[in-house]
């Protein structure tokens, strides 16, 4: 786990953020990771579980705990686990606190690690959108280059861990 100065004050597992750094956002964005395929309830109770696995997890969550999603609609049903990010910069356009944007990868990399033991252990394959995009797939427990050297090292790159 990550230690981090900024918001280290848990409440039930997340990182209570102080006050001038969460009124600089006035958005959030949300990294979805989804099995492939078709959503149904067998599908849906399988990923639910995992969430709870998740939950139970030894990591303080920087904004909230992760959140089972199971929404449909008339067409399409959508299943998984989401998590609540910071984006880079704030609303001024000011980057990040560095400290605080590790927690926000440290949030990610706790997703992805956990979704990588979900999918040796369930034949399924996780997709992962940030904000809608596409940034990668997780199957047989090996997450894809487009998720590791598209998304995650960069950002490693970005807060200085290597």
């Known amino acids: 786990m990550l230690i981090c100065p900024v918001g280290t004050a848990t409440t039930l597992g997340v990182r209570v953020l102080p006050a001038e750094i969460s009124e600089r956002y006035d958005r959030r964005s949300t990294l979805l990771c989804y099995p492939e395929g078709e959503a149904n309830d067998e599908v849906s109770a399988v990923v639910a579980s995992w969430h709870r696995d998740l939950l139970a997890i030894d990591h303080d969550w920087s904004i909230a705990l992760p959140e089972f999603i199971d929404d449909r609609d008339e067409d399409d049903r959508t299943v998984g686990v989401a998590i609540q990010l910071l984006p880079p910069v704030d609303r001024g356009g000011a980057p990040m606190p560095r400290a605080l944007d590790a927690q926000m990868l440290a949030d990610a990399e706790t997703l992805v690690a956990a ?10 394959e996780l997709a992962f959108e940030l904000d809608g995009l596409v940034v990668g797939w997780v199957e047989s427990g090996v997450a894809d280059r487009q998720l590791t050297e598209g998304l995650l090292r960069p950002w490693r790159e970005r807060v200085g861990v290597a």
Do not use: C, I, V
């Open 115 to 124: 979704a990588g033991a979900f999918t040796r252990d369930n034949d399924l």
